[in-house]
C-alpha cells in the first residue's frame, strides 16, 4: 500500500488558511455586534476592513477606521442644567451641557459644554477606541475560541 504525500503539505495550509478565515469571519461579527449592542452605534460596513490568510500568510486581519461622533446624535433629554445622553446603556446627565442652535447654512447641530467662558464640542469616543476595548476584546477571543472548539 502506497500513500502519496506529496500534496499533503499543500493540503494542510489549506485546510488552516480555512479554518483561520472561518474564525476571523466570526471574531469580526461577534466585535461589530458588541460594540453595536454596548455603546449604542451603528457601525458601517465601510468603517471595518478584513484582509483573509492565504496559504503563504496565516493570518487574518482586521482594521478598522472612523471618527467620533458627535453627541448630539445621543440625546435623550435636554433641561436648562443640560443634557442627558444615552452612550452606553443607561443615561448620563452633563451639566452645563447645550445644544448650538442653527446658524445660516448649517447641515449639523453640536453639543457643547461650557465652562466659564469657554466652550468646546462633545464628541463620543472613536471606532477604533470602541473596537480596541476590553470588551470587545473578549467578545473576539470568545468567538475564536468557539470557532476552534469545533475543530479539535
Known amino acids: 500500500m502506497k500513500i502519496d504525500l506529496t500534496n499533503l503539505e499543500n493540503e494542510i495550509k489549506d485546510i488552516a488558511r480555512n479554518i483561520v478565515n472561518e474564525a476571523g469571519q466570526f471574531a469580526s461579527v461577534a466585535a461589530t455586534r458588541y460594540v453595536r449592542n454596548t455603546y449604542n452605534t451603528r457601525v458601517d460596513t465601510d468603517s471595518i476592513k478584513t484582509t483573509l490568510a492565504t496559504t503563504s500568510d496565516l493570518t487574518f486581519k482586521i482594521a478598522v477606521r472612523g471618527r467620533s461622533v458627535s453627541l448630539v446624535k445621543k440625546v435623550v433629554r435636554v433641561t436648562n ?64 475560541n468557539k470557532t476552534l472548539r469545533k475543530f479539535k
Open 81 to 144: 442644567r443640560g443634557v442627558s445622553v444615552l452612550v452606553k446603556k443607561s443615561p448620563k446627565f452633563i451639566q452645563g451641557a447645550f445644544i448650538s442652535s442653527w446658524q445660516k447654512n448649517q447641515t449639523t447641530r453640536w453639543l457643547f459644554l461650557r465652562r466659564g467662558s469657554l466652550r468646546r464640542a462633545l464628541y463620543t469616543i472613536g471606532l477604533v477606541g470602541m473596537f480596541k476595548s476590553r470588551g470587545t476584546m473578549n467578545a473576539i477571543n470568545n468567538s475564536i
